[in-house]
């Protein structure tokens, strides 16, 4: 190989490549597990795009900037579903801990009643965040009809928090009914006009709504329940009085799969699909606890009072520096060094967010696959290859941005890990044996 040196480019450093027989593989061994920031399993769920015949409108409301925030809404779920559930705490972990902190601020725990020990009163930071949020769409003096009343911690904390007027609840879990009656009265809201009954959501009609005088009809956590959601949404779009919102939640798709009362799953694509179905346009649509979807939605496509009117959680900052510097540094040739008889370079880095590369591609018919990767510590931390085809190599230069863990351009990334603490990288070349190659290399990398 000659001397890197005495052959550097202003821009770049020319490397020449010999062949030589390559050692019989070793027998596998089984890989180490990953450390520090190394993960098994994926984090990106793998989706088979299908393409509808022709382009589907999407039912949007009246008012644009409702219409743009509801469209935000929908894109945020996808995004959620897309991603696995520790991916997606990773990428919305700092979003998702400032509601954490806004449900824990602001709801004050229920006294709990007598059969807490059998159904535990202290929530999640889960539900204790749904609790919040279907709270906060709620408005003093509203008339609530609740299909789905559970255990009665949201009716209870409507009551008590929001000053709702009044509240009807129905449930097919009988033993419910009492329950909820004794939660009221340990925590002092027995007076208030609270009626739970027996009923079930496919026998629900407008008339048993419009009886109660409803202003706002909650349905949460109980789609996901019942053999057909779609006719069970129907019914409930059916049952709305005229200028009623309606709030429901499903699990987001990929979530609370371990729960064998879930009958189906939900992703944005049937969601739209149900409301649709069933006449209603969403005014508001939000991903809830990286655990469920939750929609606000009516019968009319004019902007929901109720959704402008709601509150949120306090603007707290959650944006965090994706990378710890701002600018590419340029890898002077002069700091290139020859890597033994590999055919290639290396040079020093400072920690590794990024890799920007050009190689002028001088003489590579013979290459069989160019190789670069991170050290950490004399450890491998990432490696991309590229396995040239006769087309992609008849340009003279390729120019490629390159990060840890990610395929970009014609290189293919492996695990990455430890790139924090990387500090080499090494650009070399594997040619056919008797033959030689010829390449140049220019680098820049974010540290």
Known sequence: MSSPRSSALRRGIRALVRGHEL???????????PSGDGHRGRWIRIVTERQP????????????????AVRAGWMLVDAHERLSTKG??????????AWYEYAARSVEPLRPAGWSGEYPMQEGRNNLLRYRRTMDFARPGDRVFDVGFGLGQLASLLIRDVGVASYHGIDVVEKFVPMVSELLEVNGLSDASVTVELGDLMALTREQVEATGATFVICCEVLEHVPDAEAALRILADALPDGVDLLFSVPLHGRLEAVWGHLSVFDVARLKSMLDGAGLV???????????TLVVASRSAEPSQRVRAASSRPPVRVAQPLTRAR????????AMTPVGDLGGVSFA??????LRLRLGLTDVTHVTRFV????AGGREACRWTWEPQPFQIEQPERRLAMRPGENSGHFVS???????HADRVEVTAEVAPGQTASFTVAAAYLP
Request: aromatic share 6%; no cysteine.
């Open 23 to 33: 050692p019989q593989p070793a027998v596998p061994r089984r890989p180490k597990a």
């Open 53 to 68: 015949l022709a382009p589907e409108l999407d039912t949007d409301p009246a008012d644009p900037t409702e219409a743009a």
């Open 88 to 97: 997606a705490e990773k990428v919305f972990g700092p979003e998702l801990a």
């Open 282 to 292: 969403a005014h508001h649509v939000e991903p809830l606890a990286n655990t469920w």
């Open 327 to 334: 600018d590419f540094v340029d890898v002077d040739a002069d």
């Open 349 to 354: 880095v400072d920690g590794l967010e990024a």
């Open 372 to 375: 670069v990767t991170a050290f």
């Open 414 to 420: 492996g695990r990455a890990n430890r790139l924090e």
